[in-house]
């Protein structure tokens, strides 16, 4: 498919440009650049008090789905450090590395193949540096793994690798997982975790960074029945996006890859695409992988890994299925898919539409003023649900304002607390996409904002 091709400074149909999401992510809390004291650091960012809520919340459903809401997948946490022949058998030391040239006059960097991209981009004709004008180096290979030593000498002897993906972790633990959990095929192993990659060209705030992490399933099947799963698996995973996140449809599409795109190890590969303000580019990858990846390890371990079919007593190498999800480019998502500008009385609303499973904080609370007893109780219904929420107080301001901050951090519900609260015993319940509000009792209040959530269903 063709790329579409957009600023930084181009705007959705409601308003989110990445210029705008990386001043709401400053401003809120969201995500900083890292170390910025020291003037940052390429191509890392450190998540802020909200950022975290948001990247922990996302992870959490995507748990709830793999993993418990199936009876045949199970967990791991797989060691970022590994032997180094574990890069060796999956591929990654020999195939792992982008064609880099270099400006013999700017000294200006570039992959190979990105630059007809960058040329089309800036409508440049001639094949010199896209910068300068000047000559360019001939292409070489940049291998994309961090390296570095274990032990007390930093010798060739002692070199390992921060590990460039999550999968192998699954596939050298996959007889211990059979030995041990009493899984039968078809069944999958899910793990999150930090992954590291080199990255030349990082771009697009958190959409492209040097240390990242990922949310993968390998599930294990037997030869022969891959097809079939792997049509099942996407359309899993492309409902997960639209019905558990709260991602607009419109937005989420398949791309498939051609021949010349294929990993060495797949088969079959499919991009789950959203659109970015940037134009279309990936958000999941969904692979067949063949016994590629357990062969490669019985290989080189010198152990053949096997699986004992218990329903014909048949021994075979399984095939995988691979689904492949960047946690931290679905924060990206979540933020650009939420982020609306709204005229209201004459001013802008933003806002971002969280779904409430995924928002950073469920419920605001406020007094209506902080007189008459009113600030102490709305704190001591804050407390009763922090309970069960996440929850933020604010008694600085006009309420209308205090609403507005809840709204552009996403907050899906606001409580306030007035002088019916303390005569009737209820409260105001707000609501962040509709701005209604309705009087409900104070005594259930948590079991109505828990009915909210689950019966929500984005406009």
């Known amino acids: 498919m063709a790329k579409e091709k957009r600023?930084?400074?181009?705007?959705?149909?409601?308003?989110?440009?990445?210029?705008?999401?990386?001043?709401?992510?400053?401003?809120?809390?969201?995500?900083?650049?890292?170390?910025?004291?020291?003037?940052?650091?390429?191509?890392?960012?450190?998540?802020?008090?909200?950022?975290?809520?948001?990247?922990?919340?996302?992870?959490?459903?995507?748990?709830?789905?793999?993993?418990?809401r199936h009876d045949n997948i199970v967990g791991l946490d797989a060691a970022i450090m590994m032997h180094p022949r574990t890069w060796e058998a999956s591929g990654h030391v020999e195939n792992f590395s982008d064609p880099l040239v270099d400006c013999k006059k700017c000294k200006t960097r570039f992959r190979a193949d990105h630059l007809e991209e960058i040329r089309a981009e800036r409508n440049i004709s001639h094949p010199n540096c896209p910068e300068c004008g000047g000559e360019l180096t001939e292409p070489r290979q940049f291998n994309l793994m961090f390296t570095t030593h274990m032990g007390p000498v930093a010798d060739s002897g002692s070199v390992i690798y921060l590990r460039p993906e999550t999968a192998q972790g699954i596939f050298v633990n996959f007889k211990n997982v059979v030995d041990t959990s009493r899984v039968q095929i078809p069944f999958g192993i899910a793990q999150v975790g930090k992954a590291f990659r080199n990255e030349i060209t990082t771009k697009n705030f958190i959409f492209r960074t040097c240390e990242f992490e990922q949310m993968e399933m390998q599930y294990f099947v037997k030869p022969g029945t891959e097809d079939e799963l792997f049509d099942e698996w996407k359309a899993k995973r492309m409902a997960w996006y639209r019905e558990r996140l709260g991602i607009l449809p419109e937005r989420l599409r398949f791309s498939e890859h051609g021949p010349d795109e294929l990993a060495h190890y797949a088969k079959v590969a499919f991009d789950i695409q959203y659109l970015y303000p940037f134009g279309w580019q990936e958000l999941e990858g969904i692979h067949s992988r063949t016994d590629y990846d357990l062969g490669r390890h019985g290989e080189y371990c010198g152990k053949e890994i096997t699986y004992l079919d218990p329903d014909d007593n048949s021994r075979y190498v399984p095939y995988v299925i691979e689904t492949s999800s960047g946690l931290t480019r679905s924060v990206l998502v979540s933020l650009i898919d939420a982020y609306h500008e709204e005229a209201v009385e004459d001013e802008t609303r933003t806002v971002l539409h969280f779904h409430p499973d995924i928002a950073p904080v469920k419920v605001g609370v406020f007094p209506l003023v902080k007189k008459d007893g009113l600030a102490e109780l709305a704190q001591k219904v804050e407390l009763e649900l922090r309970e069960d929420f996440f929850t933020f107080y604010d008694q600085g301001g006009a309420i209308g304002r205090r609403y507005r901050r809840m709204d552009e951090i996403g907050t899906p519900f606001c409580v306030t607390i007035d002088y019916e609260t303390k005569d009737k015993h209820s409260v105001t319940l707000r609501f962040r996409d509709s701005m209604a509000q309705v009087r409900v009792p104070l005594a259930g209040l948590s079991d109505r904002i828990r009915q909210e959530i689950r019966a929500y269903s984005r406009a």
């Open 7 to 68: 600023s930084n400074t181009a705007v959705n149909e409601h308003g989110a440009s990445m210029d705008k999401i990386v001043s709401l992510c400053k401003r809120r809390g969201f995500v900083y650049p890292s170390s910025e004291i020291y003037g940052g650091l390429s191509a890392t960012w450190d998540y802020g008090p909200l950022g975290v809520e948001l990247k922990k919340n996302i992870q959490e459903a995507w748990w709830k789905e793999m993993v418990r």
